[in-house]
């Protein structure tokens, strides 16, 4: 495997991670306000704030990455 290849399998499998952490998270946020713990639940919705950031980074600089390898 070339290193372009393991360079996007890893930046997929961190976005993928990311994703599933805030997945995980926004649903514990809507649980915590269906159980009437609404800061809680909003709380719990600030490691989204941090993640998607993060997630859009890694998307962002794996698209960079195929677009300049498709150009060797």
Request: hydrophobic letters at 55%.
């Amino acid at each position: 495997m070339d290193h372009t290849t393991a360079a996007l399998i890893a930046n997929m499998n961190a976005l993928a991670g990311l994703l599933a952490d805030a997945a995980k998270y926004a649903a514990e946020a809507a649980a915590e306000m269906a159980a009437g713990n609404r800061n809680l639940a909003v709380g719990t919705l600030l490691q989204i704030e941090r993640t998607v950031p993060d997630a859009a980074v890694i998307m962002q600089a794996t698209l960079a990455l195929h677009r300049v390898a498709g150009r060797r």
